[in-house]
């Protein structure tokens, strides 16, 4: 069982920037692909960024592209999403997603491991 734990989340203004992180305990292995999903009020949860569990390949979403930066530091166990340049329509629970397999993947299908979630919240 793997259990997974977010952290960074905020208050921010708009154009303002927020690192979040996400730490995997239980049992663990840096050989999993990671994500980062997010769900605003009234809407459905959608997909944020991916990577592989080599770190070497990462995805998208097309709104956060160029702003939003993921990445892993296998010797710690932890992944990372850089958040840049950030618009109010970037409030939403965010949500860190991990499964055993080289990944990344865009669909919250593919993940069996998914963590409470952490706020973050852009004022205008």
């Known amino acids: 069982q793997v259990q997974l734990v977010e952290s960074g989340g905020g208050l921010v203004q708009a154009g303002g920037s927020l690192r979040l992180s996400c730490t995997p305990s239980g049992r663990t292995s840096s050989r999993y692909a990671m994500g980062w999903f997010r769900q605003a009020p009234g809407k459905e949860r959608e997909f944020v960024a991916a990577?592989?569990?080599?770190?070497?390949?990462?995805n998208y979403a097309d709104s956060v592209k160029g702003r939003f930066t993921i990445s892993r530091e296998n010797a710690k166990n932890s992944v990372y999403l850089q958040m840049s340049s950030l618009i109010p329509e970037d409030t939403a629970v965010y949500y860190c997603?991990?499964?055993?397999?080289?990944?990344?993947?865009?669909?919250?299908?593919?993940?069996?491991?998914w963590g409470q979630g952490t706020q973050v919240t852009v004022s205008s």
């Open positions: 990577i592989s569990w080599s770190g070497g390949s990462t």
């Open positions: 997603a991990a499964d055993y397999a080289h990944g990344p993947f865009s669909l919250a299908s593919s993940y069996k491991y």
